[in-house]
């Protein structure tokens, strides 16, 4: 089986805060987010809703795309979560 990578967008419950990373392992990843297991951005603004995520087999490719991502308009971060989760839940369960 080929690795995969993820690109992923996590927001708090408020839905006031993006952000964008790139894992091989996003049930990890997110779990540790949710549990606040590395001090990073997300764990400062409360990030553990995974909202958007996108799958590569390529990990250069995974992370030119969350380059690109990270690097749009809030406004287009907004369409890719709403255009692929129009309820904005939380996809963690649907993940593991």
Same mark, same amino acid.
Do not use: P
């Given at each position: 089986? &080929?690795?995969?990578?993820?690109?992923?967008?996590?927001?708090?419950? &408020?839905?006031?805060?993006?952000?964008?990373?790139?894992?091989? #392992?996003?049930?990890?990843?997110?779990?540790?987010? %949710?549990? %606040?297991?590395?001090?990073?951005?997300?764990?400062?603004? #409360?990030? #553990? %809703?995974?909202?958007?995520?996108?799958?590569?087999? &390529?990990?250069?490719?995974?992370?030119?795309?969350?380059?690109?991502?990270?690097?749009?308009?809030?406004?287009k971060k907004l369409d890719l979560i709403n255009k692929f989760n129009e309820e904005w839940l939380d996809l963690y369960e649907k993940i593991c």
């Amino acid at each position: 089986m &080929d690795k995969q990578y993820y690109v992923y967008i996590l927001t708090n419950y &408020d839905e006031t805060v993006l952000y964008t990373g790139v894992t091989n #392992n996003l049930g990890k990843r997110i779990y540790e987010h %949710k549990n %606040k297991l590395i001090k990073s951005f997300s764990q400062k603004y #409360n990030l #553990n %809703k995974l909202v958007y995520y996108e799958i590569y087999n &390529d990990i250069e490719q995974a992370i030119i795309r969350e380059k690109q991502i990270k690097g749009g308009s809030r406004v287009k971060k907004l369409d890719l979560i709403n255009k692929f989760n129009e309820e904005w839940l939380d996809l963690y369960e649907k993940i593991c």
